[in-house]
């Protein structure tokens, strides 16, 4: 995995290019060197493929991450966000200082009028109080139209994160 980094307004913005799969560990360990801000922004909206193997790598070497910087995961693909509601520790480890959230998160929709699948960032904000996922305006019709996941489960990193 590669990361492009830039800073602004004391944050470190980083942007993630690569697969969570094996070998992700050591790349997100040598991140640790080029952050020069306390808040962190990792978008991931660029992660294509992960697999149990890069995920159990990504929750050790997120665990020091965690602790050292204030690390708020953005644009995260649907399939993170099904790991991390599978996995508590790709978060950091709650209670051991951990400071992760996930900033905004893509979540699965589809119309059935359109026959039509199509996937909408979602931003913390809007489900942090409610904890659920809204409809949303299909793109083919405009109808509004409800999310293929229940919200209970899919929003289960919610409770796990700040
Ligand atoms: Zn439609």
Do not use: H
């Not at 649907?78 to 893509?106: E, H, R, T, W």
């Not at 083919?140 to 796990?160: A, G, H, I, M, N």
Request: aromatic share 8%; net charge negative; charged share 25%.
């Amino acid at each position: 995995m590669n990361f492009s980094i830039r800073r602004s307004d004391q944050t470190t913005y980083v942007e993630a290019q690569g697969d969570i799969v094996a070998g992700v560990g050591r790349d997100l360990e040598s991140l640790a060197g080029k952050i020069e801000d306390k808040r962190v922004i990792l978008d991931l909206g660029r992660v294509r493929t992960m697999n149990s193997v890069g995920c159990g790598e990504w929750s050790r070497a997120i665990k020091p991450l965690a602790s050292a910087f204030l690390i708020e995961f953005a644009q995260c693909p649907i399939a993170f966000v099904d790991y991390c509601n599978m996995i508590p520790s790709m978060l950091g480890a709650q209670g051991l200082g951990g400071s992760v959230l996930i900033k905004s998160f893509y979540a699965p929709y589809a119309c059935r009028d359109c026959r039509d699948e199509f996937k909408m960032l979602i931003e913390l904000e809007d489900v942090r109080k409610t904890k659920q996922l809204e409809p949303q305006p299909c793109p083919r019709c405009q109808e509004p139209v409800k999310p293929e996941v229940e919200s209970e489960d899919y929003l289960t990193f919610l409770d796990r994160t700040l």
